[in-house]
């Protein structure tokens, strides 16, 4: 499945704060898709349908569950 052509930035704790704020200002909110990992995990238990709710209340674009194959080939979620 192709991308969407949109814009991404992505940080790491480490570098958060390094983000050029004036290359920020080129951008809008709609050139970024906001990808909820493990649902709202700052505010609910990750990977439970609370925190799944939560992140759709709050604007998420996206939910990115963990998701492992089993060997038979069925998708689980690790929550």
């Known amino acids: 499945m192709?991308?969407?052509?949109?814009?991404f930035l992505t940080t790491s704790p480490r570098d958060a704060f390094d983000i050029d704020t004036a290359r920020l200002a080129d951008?809008?909110?709609d050139?970024?898709?906001?990808?909820?990992?493990?649902?709202?995990?700052?505010y609910r238990?990750?990977?439970?349908?609370?925190?799944?709710r939560?992140?759709?209340e709050q604007g998420a674009d996206t939910i990115e569950p963990d998701m492992v194959p089993t060997r038979d080939g069925v998708l689980v979620d690790l929550g």
């Open 2 to 7: 192709p991308l969407p052509n949109r814009s």
């Open 27 to 29: 951008f809008s909110a």
């Open 31 to 42: 050139d970024f898709e906001l990808v909820a990992h493990r649902g709202a995990s700052g």
């Open 45 to 52: 238990p990750e990977h439970t349908l609370e925190a799944y």
């Open 54 to 56: 939560l992140v759709i």
